[in-house]
């Protein structure tokens, strides 16, 4: 494959991730975004549409994405990767000897799972099966792993037994994720009961940190499950949008940028 053809695609992948974070684009925003010209953008819009990636509309597009979409694990992991380091890292210093905290599933808190050898005492509560695995496997922490079903392809646990193990545990900092992230509509999952584990973590909590890079920023999924005023502290990365870190820090939510590792 050509170096062009290898931009282009670069390029097409760019566009619909932008185009999923803000739900729709129009071709001027996308030709300075990607400091291209109108016929190309077209032509990738044309390509990606044929694709069933994003939806063409008059001037632009939208995402195809549903509010029920969740990515598997396997998909995940691969996404933003230097980013999630870079946020996982900055929250080690949220992390105390002797701590009890909680690891919400998700390829960020798994990265953050993979960084917790350098403690001698913690205890560890989550409802991720590849969080508790690699912490058994690679650390002497103390693990709380909820019982439950499993969720297929996702590999965490699910259901009222979880919150049952959960709801009685009271951390000192609950690390959380979010497939959707916004101002306005607070922090949203595909899963209700999901949603509902999530919910428990964060009121049992004494504070809460909320990891997530920039591209889940104005994006909203199925269910919410607490307002961005629940939050204490938002670790992302340089690409979030002004106003929105604007909006985070008058809900009083100390924010913390970092940059992706290489």
């Known amino acids: 494959m050509s170096n062009d053809n290898i931009f282009a695609e670069e390029r097409k992948s760019g566009i619909v991730e932008y185009v999923n974070k803000y739900s729709k684009a129009t071709v001027m925003e996308l030709c300075d975004y990607f400091n291209v010209s109108p016929a190309t953008i077209r032509n990738d819009l044309k390509d990606l549409s044929a694709a069933g990636l994003l939806s063409r509309v008059h001037g632009g597009a939208i995402a195809n994405i549903s509010v029920n979409f969740e990515p598997k694990v396997t998909e995940k992991q691969i996404q933003q990767m230097n980013e999630k380091k870079s946020i996982a890292s900055a929250a080690l210093n949220y992390i105390h000897e002797g701590d009890s905290i909680a690891l919400d599933a998700g390829s960020t808190t798994f990265e953050l799972a993979t960084k917790l050898g350098v403690f001698k005492t913690l205890t560890v509560v989550t409802f991720d099966l590849n969080i508790a695995t690699w912490l058994d496997q690679n650390t002497n922490v103390t693990i709380i792993l909820a019982g439950g079903p499993v969720r297929k392809g996702f590999h965490y646990i699910t259901g009222n037994l979880a919150i049952n193990t959960i709801k009685d545990l009271h ?54 499950f607490a307002d961005i005023s629940d939050i204490d502290y938002f670790i992302t990365d340089f690409n979030a949008r002004q106003e929105d870190i604007q909006k985070f820090e008058q809900a009083d939510v100390k924010v913390e940028l970092v940059s992706a590792e290489n």
Not at 171 to 200: E, R, W
């Open 171 to 224: 951390v000192d900092t609950a690390f959380m994720a979010a497939n959707g992230i916004s101002t306005d509509k607070g922090l949203t999952t595909p899963k209700i009961d999901t949603a509902n584990i999530k919910k428990v973590i964060i009121e049992n909590a004494r504070k809460v940190v909320l990891l997530s890079d920039s591209r889940k920023l104005g994006a909203v999924s199925f269910v919410k």
